[in-house]
């Protein structure tokens, strides 16, 4: 059974940091698209960071590039993403996502628009909530 669970949300102050944890089983990531996408109350989901070892990707959302860092432990089948120097227009529900797709950049591309497009990925977490305030 393929499941993904997150862990690691929680309150944190204006400037602070927080790390996800996305743990996987039911499958090896290792040649998965990964991913965390993001939904705050009253506004649609969003894709924040999506990485690819098989087509040598990694997209930010412009609104977090320089702050956060999505990595992989395959070892640990586990995805993290560490988040920095929080403001409180991140606070939101944050999902970790992955899929096992062997598409090209370029079929990704055409047919999505980017490798972090919501429409693309199969197996969703539950979310974890973060909330970021003082």
């Known amino acids: 059974q393929v499941q993904l669970v997150e862990s690691g949300g929680g309150l944190v102050q204006p400037g602070g940091s927080l790390r996800l944890s996305c743990a996987a089983s039911g499958f090896t990531l290792d040649d998965y698209f990964i991913g965390w996408f993001r939904q705050a109350p009253g506004k649609e989901r969003e894709g924040v960071s999506c990485?690819?070892?098989?087509?040598?990707?990694?997209y930010y959302a412009d609104s977090v590039k320089g702050r956060f860092t999505i990595s992989r432990d395959n070892a640990k089948n586990t995805v993290y993403l560490q988040m920095n120097s929080l403001k409180p227009e991140d606070t939101a529900v944050y999902y970790c996502?992955?899929?096992?797709?062997?598409?090209?950049?370029?079929?990704?591309?055409?047919?999505?628009?980017?490798?972090?497009?919501?429409?693309?990925?199969?197996?969703w977490g539950q979310g974890t909530q973060v909330t970021v305030s003082s």
């Open positions: 990485s690819s070892s098989s087509v040598g990707h990694t």
């Open positions: 996502v992955a899929d096992p797709r062997r598409n090209t950049m370029t079929t990704i591309l055409k047919r999505f628009g980017s490798i972090c497009s919501v429409n693309m990925y199969d197996f």
